[in-house]
T-cell receptor
Framework: QKEVEQNSGPLSVPEGAIASLNCTYSDRGSQSFFWYRQYSGKSPELIMSIYSNGDKEDGRFTAQLNKASQYVSLLIRDSQPSDSATYLCAVGNTGGFKTIFGAGTRLFVKA | GAGVSQSPSNKVTEKGKDVELRCDPISGHTALYWYRQSLGQGLEFLIY????????KSGLPSDRFSAERTGGSVSTLTIQRTQQEDSAVYLCASSLDGRGQETQYFGPGTRLLVL
C-alpha cells in the first residue's frame, strides 16, 4: 500500500479555470504536508506547506487539509499555461524527519 | 551558497563501473536527503543525513549504494558496479534541521545513464 497517493493524471483544464489536485495519505499521525511543483526536466520546488486543518491561501494557490479524512488538496485559481507541470504531494511522517512523496499529478493548462 | 548544488549534472557510464555523485547543501542546513527519480516517476527516498550521521538508510536499493557526508556539509553518493536499472535522476535536497516539518530545497540533480 502506497503511503501517499495521487491521481497521476494528466489533468487538463482550460486557461482561467480552477485546477483541483488531490492527495491521500495513510499515516494518521502525519503532521506536515507540502505541495511541490516540478517542471519537466527540473527539480521540485515548494509551492505550499500546511500543518493545520482547513484552508491556507497564497495568491492563486489554496491548500486544503482534512486530517480526519487523511486528505490534502491544492486548488489553483485562474490557471495559466505556465502552471503546466507535475505537482507532488509530500507528507512529513511521525518519525520526525522523513518526508514521503507521492508520484505526482501532471497538470496541463490549455491556452 | 545560494542554493543546493550537485555535480556532475550529467553522467554516462558503462555497466559495471563505479560512480560518485556529489551534493553541496545550502550553507547552515544540517539535514541532507538523497532521492532517485526514474523517468516519469515520483521521488524515491534513498538516505537522510542529520549532520554527518545517517539515521535512516532504509531507502538504499542495495549494498552497491553507499553515501557519506563530511564536515556536516558535502555529501557523496556512490554506486558501485552500476547496472542499467540505476539510470535515473539523482536529486539531493537540504533543510534547516530535518525535523520533517520543513521545506526541502532541491538541487538540479544528476542525470545518470548506465549503458
Amino acid at each position: 500500500q502506497k503511503e501517499v497517493e495521487q491521481n497521476s493524471g494528466p489533468l487538463s483544464v482550460p486557461e482561467g479555470a480552477i485546477a483541483s489536485l488531490n492527495c491521500t495519505y495513510s499515516d494518521r499521525g502525519s503532521q506536515s504536508f507540502f505541495w511541490y511543483r516540478q517542471y519537466s526536466g527540473k527539480s521540485p520546488e515548494l509551492i505550499m506547506s500546511i500543518y493545520s486543518n482547513g484552508d491556507k491561501e497564497d495568491g492563486r494557490f489554496t491548500a486544503q487539509l482534512n486530517k480526519a479524512s487523511q486528505y490534502v488538496s491544492l486548488l489553483i485559481r485562474d490557471s495559466q499555461p505556465s502552471d503546466s507541470a507535475t505537482y507532488l504531494c509530500a507528507v512529513g511522517n511521525t518519525g520526525g524527519f522523513k518526508t514521503i512523496f507521492g508520484a505526482g499529478t501532471r497538470l496541463f493548462v490549455k491556452a | 551558497g545560494a542554493g543546493v548544488s550537485q555535480s556532475p549534472s550529467n553522467k554516462v557510464t558503462e555497466k559495471g563501473k563505479d560512480v560518485e555523485l556529489r551534493c553541496d547543501p545550502i550553507s547552515g542546513h544540517t539535514a541532507l536527503y538523497w532521492y532517485r527519480q526514474s523517468l516519469g516517476q515520483g521521488l524515491e527516498f534513498l538516505i537522510y543525513f542529520q549532520g554527518n550521521s545517517a539515521p535512516d538508510k532504509s531507502g538504499l536499493p542495495s549494498d552497491r549504494f553507499s553515501a557519506e557526508r563530511t564536515g556536516g556539509s558535502v555529501s557523496t553518493l556512490t554506486i558501485q558496479r552500476t547496472q542499467q536499472e540505476d539510470s535515473a535522476v539523482y536529486l539531493c535536497a537540504s533543510s534547516l534541521d530535518g525535523r520533517g516539518q520543513e521545506t526541502q530545497y532541491f538541487g538540479p540533480g544528476t542525470r545518470l545513464l548506465v549503458l
